[in-house]
Each structure stands twice: as structure tokens, then as C-alpha cells.
């Protein structure tokens, strides 16, 4: 018996096409504001009331954010039971969903490591031999893209088109060889592996095609080549009689992310992989006025267009979209200061901080605006600030968790092994890791091979043992202890062990420092102890209520946690933020700043700009102009700097293409004032008929 789904009342006849559309794959093309969340909860709910369960729908996004907001809307429509059973994943986690089940069939183990970015430099240094760190992030960036391609090694080679490129190559295999015998994947590799096993095992495809019935796909815009490819394993069913059954939701649009692999492609391929396709337009936009509508509309008309649509809007004309012309980035910094306290002086108190933003091109346009702020004492927030999970102190303890799930997780062990420092130094390691290779070994299963001691001092091999028995003993007690005070207790009596409270202390000369990292450790043990306790869970998106779990089992779950996490606070505060970082929020009141030839759209002096690049600039301005909801300011300069002198800067083409003159058809006053002079008698007349005609008393 399904459970009760509520009806998909107050949707908008475009919506209900979408909602009802069940049985073939459907492609809604969902203009900016225009209720894509919606729909997608919708239809989930009437996928449920269809008789499906909850656990065959999958609904898959890119961030935790998107994935948590959609599942609160599902809990309202379906109730909290049948959403705790919906599979509501970002790509990445449903790819680890995919690897712990199935990994195997491509020699993974269900405990296998997922590495972060320092972890993945770390080896790439490694595998190139170089301590150029400079160096590896290239060669890392290289090898991200190429795997976001659908490429491994020898296919990066084969198309590798210069000296560095097929030196990233080489690193690229030997980086292969590294992650297999460590039993470890990076973040690219939860969707290419997943991909590749689907493609591999007609069985394992099978499973996960009966599994989920059907696949909603958000963004889809946003999908890069390798996870359109899973998309296809999924839904593709072999049996020819059975329509693929999938809803992606996108925006042609609001392609912004080409520099890292996502192709507008993707958006082409639907119609022609899927003949069948549906392909319903949402246009009526519920977020802002006519006249920021109209602006973004006329820019994205430049763009040629893969389906046709047209925002508009029923919350009225509302306010001219501003153009603010700046003397230079000091100035602007000032207007927009200016641009903020005008509206909160005329607005009162109901209009707060949070209800602004500044929009920028590039990371480097936020200072002078920080500075603007910080003189006019208003608190800001810059998006895309450091992430709890990146502070050193919590990768450290993290560090230590992931060799307790994975003793074949080098870079894991050295990290854990080396902090605090414990006497064990890098000439030490350095041996330990060439016994490793020359013994195709991990550094922790190394440890206790008998012959270590040909190439070690006993001193050296007694520290070894010492910590290895260390993480063997604290690697039992984690598997055997669970509930939240009993895990709070372990973890503390470990953080004492290994005495990390006076190593943040030994290692500040700020004791104020010191004390606030110790305070992000205290955090850190409570969110541990609350996932153990059996507290709602949220992992990558997918959140579930959760019997008590040991600290183990919360351990095996916090890598892919640490890479989707989106953690602050709602604050009070005016957001700094960068375009790409801005897609899919909105303000009431919006700055878009630095609107010059050169920085939107960007292009480097010795640069000649494709078309397909200046496209996605296009659509780059679209999403910043529709992040506004009542007021927008268009602010550009007069002259900019660059380097250390100041030249003169020359306003974007995307304002003239705004056509800020272009308003709608306005009434001469005098004929307004005629025509409310002719209906005031035509109500006068009426009513004075309307008297002489009642009966005289």
C-alpha cells in the first residue's frame, strides 16, 4: 500500500504537464525561479501515489544543500516515514551507494578510502617524484578533467596534445596504480567507477535498473559527459518494450560550469538518445519583478537556443534595474555600501542584512568591498569561505578515522602517524614506504612484515609496532562501542592518548587560536556522538533516521561527508559572493558588480574569446540578474585597475544588451488623466441611474 501522497494542488498548468508526465522520459526546461523544486517533490509524490515505493525513486542533484531543501519539501508532501525511505543523493553519494554494494567486481573493498584534495596531492607528488607543488595541482586539475571526460590513462595519452600533457598522463597511471593497491578512490572517481562497473556487469546493471523505476535528475544542465553515461546505465532499460523512465530538470540557460567538465551537450543528446522525450518548458518565473525579467531575457536573447522560452512574471513592473556608473573599485565599493543603507533607510527594520548580496566575476573583486563594509560596520559573509571540515585540526582526527576503516589508506596512515609527532621521523617513513612498494604492501600492513627489520633500526620498527597496536586496539573498542555518551567517552579518552589538546597548544603561539581549533575538536567529537546515538543523518544528501551505530560504522560514512559538506549558519549578514558561487540562491536586492569588458565576461589580454565561451559569460550575467527578486544595481567602471596602474574600462556588452531604455509602452499623462476624468463620470452617470431607478420611499 502506497503511502499518502498529497495531491499536486497550486501548480501551474506547465508544472502539472511535468507532475503527471509518468510513463517516458521527460526533459523540463525550468527558467530561472520558475518552481523547479516543486516540481520535482511533486512528482515524487505522485510517483508514490502511482504505487511505487519510496525506495524505487531516485532523485539525484549536486549539493547537499539542494538535496537536504528537497527532501524537507518531500517530507511535507509524503510525510517523514516514506521520505526517510526516498533516495534523495547528490551523484557522488549515490555513487558510493553504488561501489560499497557492488565495488568488488571491480577489486574494491566495501571499506575502501575516498581521498580529499591534500590527500590526492599528496600521492600525485608522489607519483610525478617532484615537490613542486605547483606542479601536482596542475597535473591534478589535468587528471580531473580528463576523468570528468571518461578518460583513464590511456586514454588521456592518446589524446594528449603536448609535452605536459603527456607527462600528466604518465603521472596519471602511475596515480592509478597508487589508488588500486591503497584501496582508495578520489572524488572524480565516484562517478567514473560506478559508471564503469554498470557498463562492465550486465548483472549489477540490472539490479540497480529494477531497483529504480524511476530517476529524477536536478540541474541537469550542471552534468558533465561521464555522469550523463550514468545516467543512461540507469535508466536504459534492455528490453526495448520498457520507455526509459526519467524527469531531468534543467536550464540551458544556466550552463555555467564548462571550466570544469559540464557540457551543454548533455542537453542536446536527450532528444536524440531519447526519441520518446517530453520536453516541458517552465516559464512563469515566482521571483522577480517584470523589469529584472525583461532585462534578463533581452541579454540571454544574444544566445542561440536549444528550447525555446520566455520568463515572465505576475508580481508586477516593480523597480527600474539600476545602472551605477563608478569612477573606479573603490567608488563602486562605496555605491554599493550606499546602494545597501538607502534601501534599509527607507525600508525600516523588516528589511535585514541577509536580504543583500554583492555578485562578482572573480575572487579577487571581494576585497574592496570588504573593506567598504567593514568601515561602515555592517558584518558580511564571504561564500565559499573555509568549510569546517577543511581546518587542519579536523582533517588530522579525520585522518585517524579513515585508517581505523581502511588500514591499506596510506595517506591516511602518514598523516595519522605524524600528528601529533611521536618520534617517528621521514627518513623512518621514507624506508617503510620503499619496503611497501618494493613488497607491493600497505605502510600499515608493512608494519609487522617479518623482514622490516633489514631495512629499519629496532627503535625505529618498536615505534611502528607501537602505533600499529595502538590503532588495532582503538579500532576494536570503535567497532564495539556505540549510543552517544558511550562513543563521547571513547573519543575524548583517544584525544587524551594521544595527548592532541597540547599538541594544538604546542603548535600556536596564539593560545586564543589554539583554543578555538580545540573548541572545533570538541564540536567534531559531539557530531560523531550524535550519528552514533542513532540522531537523523545526513549523508551526501541522503537522510535517513538511523538505529545506533557504532563508531566505526559513523567513521565509514564521514569521507564522503567531509566532501559534500555545506555547513553554516543563517546569519544577518550582507553575502559577497562570486556568480558561480550565487547559482541557485536569491535576494531580495542585488548588486552585480564590476560589469566591464574584461571581467564579465572574462577574458585575459592575450586572449581570443570562442564563441562558446562568450555564450557561457552570457549566460554567466543571466544567472546574476535573475539572482535578484526586487532590486538589482548594475554597477561598472570608468577606469580599473590592473597590476599596479589604473586603465580605462570600457562597460560590458551584456549592459547594452539588457536595453535598460527599452520600458514597457508608457501612457501620456495627459491621456491618463483624460481617461480616469471619462470612467470617473461613466461611474458618476452610473450611479446616478442606478438611483433614479430604485423605488422611492
Known sequence: MPPPAAPPVGLNPAQLQAVHHLDGPCLVVAGAGSGKTRVITHKLARLLQSGLEPGQLAAITFTNKAAQEMRERAKALVGPRAAGQLVISTFHSLGVRLLREDGTALGLKPAFSILDSDDVLSLLRDAGATTDAKLARQWQW???????????????????????????????????????????????????????????????????????????????????????????????????????????????????????????????????????????????????????????????????????????????????????????????????????????????????????????????????????????????????????????????????????????????????????????????????????????????????????????????????????????????????????????????????????????????????????????????????????????????????????RSVLEVAQTISVIISLAERGDEQDVVTLSTLHAAKGLEWPHVVLAGVNEGLLPFKSEDEDMSPERLEEERRLMYVGITRARQTLAVSTLRRRKRGREHVAAIPSRFIAEMKLNDSPNREDPRERLRRMRDELAAKSAAAAAAAAARPQA
Not at 578533467?145 to 595519452?157: E, T
Not at 600533457?165 to 597511471?173: L, W
Not at 530538470?249 to 544556466?254: A, I, R, T
Not at 560523531?528 to 545506533?548: F, H, Q, S, W
Open 142 to 548: 589535468a587528471i580531473s578533467l580528463w576523468k570528468n571526460q571518461g578518460l583513464n590513462s590511456d586514454g588521456a595519452a592518446a589524446i594528449a596534445q603536448n609535452d605536459h600533457e603527456r607527462v600528466a598522463a604518465q603521472v596519471m597511471r602511475r596515480y592509478e596504480e597508487r589508488l588500486m593497491a591503497y584501496q582508495a578512490v578520489d572524488f572524480d572517481d565516484l562517478i567514473g567507477l560506478p559508471l564503469r562497473l554498470l557498463q562492465r556487469d550486465e548483472a549489477v546493471r540490472l539490479k540497480w535498473q529494477e531497483r529504480f523505476h524511476h530517476v529524477l535528475v536536478d540541474e541537469y544542465q550542471d552534468t558533465n559527459a561521464v555522469q550523463y553515461e550514468l545516467m543512461k546505465q540507469l535508466v536504459l532499460h534492455p528490453d526495448p518494450r520498457r520507455a526509459a523512465r526519467f524527469t531531468a530538470v534543467g536550464d540551458d540557460d544556466q550552463s555555467i560550469y564548462g571550466w570544469r567538465g559540464a557540457t551543454i551537450d548533455n542537453l542536446k543528446r536527450l532528444p536524440q538518445d531519447f526519441p520518446q522525450l517530453r520536453v516541458i518548458a517552465l516559464e512563469q518565473n515566482y521571483r522577480s519583478t517584470a523589469a529584472i525579467l525583461r532585462a534578463a531575457n533581452h541579454v540571454i536573447a544574444a544566445n542561440p537556443k536549444l528550447f525555446e522560452k520566455k520568463l515572465w512574471s505576475e508580481l508586477g513592473e516593480g523597480e527600474p534595474v539600476k545602472l551605477v556608473e563608478c569612477d573606479g573599485e573603490e567608488h563602486e565599493a562605496e555605491r554599493a555600501v550606499a546602494f545597501i543603507q538607502a534601501i534599509r533607510g527607507n525600508g525600516g527594520p523588516s528589511i535585514k542584512l541577509s536580504d543583500f548580496a554583492i555578485l562578482y566575476r572573480a575572487n579577487h573583486q571581494a576585497k574592496v568591498f570588504e573593506q567598504k563594509l567593514r568601515a561602515a560596520q555592517i558584518p558580511y559573509k564571504v561564500s565559499g569561505g573555509q568549510s569546517f571540515f577543511d581546518r587542519a585540526e579536523i582533517k588530522d582526527l579525520c585522518a585517524w578515522l579513515r585508517l581505523l576503516v581502511n588500514q591499506d589508506d596510506d595517506p591516511a596512515f602518514l598523516r595519522a602517524i605524524t600528528t601529533p609527532k611521536r618520534g617517528i621521523g621521514h627518513q623512518t617513513l621514507g624506508k617503510l614506504g620503499e619496503f611497501g612498494a618494493a613488497w607491493k604492501k600497505s605502510l600499515f600492513e608493512s608494519v609487522f612484515a617479518a623482514s622490516l627489520g633489514t631495512v629499519l633500526p629496532a627503535k625505529a620498527q618498536g615505534s611502528l609496532l607501537e602505533f600499529r597496536r595502538y590503532i588495532n586496539d582503538f579500532s576494536h573498542k570503535a567497532n564495539h562501542t556505540s549510543g552517544s555518551e558511550d562513543a563521547k567517552a571513547l573519543l575524548m579518552d583517544w584525544l587524551r592518548d594521544i595527548a592532541y589538546e597540547q599538541h594544538l597548544f604546542d603548535g600556536e603561539d596564539n593560545e586564543k587560536l589554539a583554543a578555538a581549533r580545540w573548541s572545533n575538536v570538541l564540536d567534531f567529537v559531539d557530531w560523531i556522538a550524535r550519528r552514533c546515538g542513532g540522531e537523523i543523518d545526513n549523508l551526501g544528501g541522503m537522510t535517513t533516521e538511523t538505529p545506533k
